[in-house]
């Protein structure tokens, strides 16, 4: 019928139509004290780019980002976070509901025990902050998984297709996107980016130097195989 | 004669015309691995505007900026820079030939004592960072005083006031502009501030809520009567 051919013509534009996607990107910021922080060189690049193509192929697009200079990109809808344990709580009580969360915040392992109420003073010489352990967002996100495809991102610089396989069976992933980030044209600030796609099958797909939202795309091709075939 | 009155007439307009004017502005980044740098939260507002209307009134401006999202002010040769160390050396390398150095930026009091060469991994809970103090840039300068008005910014969450006076006392500058960065309307990327205006001569300016660009011509104004008349 005339019905089924435009549904079809508009599923194959709109593959991901239907589909909830959440995407976290950015930094988190850690406070030591009121002016303060320990923060990361995430620009949120890779996450905003995901976020924005995801909404292009149809999906219902959450990006939770934490501080980041880029716009959001049309027909996505944000929500700003600071803290990894502000982070953690966003994706937390959205996580129910969405089909896919894809995972390329640069959240902070660690935060500052103590978080001084006043600026502290230069008096010492000398000065140490101590780190507790922030709460693993991805790994509470693998052992809560019921029908949702979980994608992670490993940005490393030594080891990295080892790193990552470890980190797909531990945090109970899908996928991980592993990138070198002390190579040109990868990693934090820049437009482009060098990534393998590690599968939970074994199967690893390594992709030349793209623009981010060229690595976008291809991540959501997989995204979506992943959302259609049968995944972990 | 009319080129007197002509000169005067833009004297007036362009009342720090002839004058080399060095403003610092926005935060420092520390890196402690190749991923993960200290911060804090200033925006770079409040030196971008005294930048911008310095220019405005003819000076001769260069800015040395932390890392900032801001425009580069009209008329303005910026010099951008990332950590304390590199900022001190800006400024050094261009203090002996400058007329008035005007030092809103929030330098990083402490630096990782180690900084990683590979992003160090996640292992242990907890976790120490070794801090180390930078290089007083603004103590250095006030010490090197020569012809230059120095203005330093205090930017504080108690004794606002009685820090300020040390401040000007101990590092020698000519004026330092307080402001409590707790109070609504002040600080750290707002684009209003409430500032009070201490001078070497024991006087105090108090400034309502003024935008930052008001701030900045208030400011300017006073630095104008330092490089007229005498300062210590």
Chains 1, 2 share one sequence.
Request: hydrophobic content about 40%; aromatic content about 4%.
């Amino acid at each position: 019928t005339i019905v089924a051919l435009i549904k079809e013509h508009f599923s194959q534009e709109r593959p991901l139509a239907g589909k909830k996607v959440l995407v976290t990107a950015g930094p988190t910021r850690e406070r030591i004290d009121p002016v303060r922080y320990l923060s990361n060189f995430s620009s949120g690049k890779m996450g905003y780019a995901i976020a924005g193509e995801a909404a292009k192929l149809g999906a219902d697009v959450t990006l939770v980002t934490g501080p980041s200079a880029l716009p959001i990109p049309p027909n996505v809808q944000a929500v700003s976070v600071e803290s990894a344990q502000e982070m953690l709580e966003a994706v937390l009580s959205r996580y129910d509901s969405v089909d896919a969360v894809i995972k390329t915040a640069a959240v902070a392992d660690y935060r500052p025990k103590t978080v001084h109420g006043e600026k502290m003073k230069k008096q010492a010489d000398e000065l140490v902050i101590e780190l507790e352990r922030t709460t693993d967002i991805l790994k509470t996100l693998g052992m809560r998984k019921r029908q949702q495809v979980l994608v992670g991102f490993a940005a490393e610089t030594t080891n990295v297709a080892e790193y990552a396989a470890g980190k797909l069976e531990s945090k109970n992933l899908d996928m991980i996107v592993a990138n070198d980030v002390t190579k040109a044209g990868a990693g934090f600030g820049t437009d482009t980016n060098i990534v393998t796609m590690y599968k939970r099958d074994g199967t690893s797909i390594p992709l030349p130097m793209l623009s981010k939202q060229e690595v976008a795309r291809s991540l959501l091709a997989e995204v979506q195989g992943l959302l259609n075939g049968g995944h972990v």
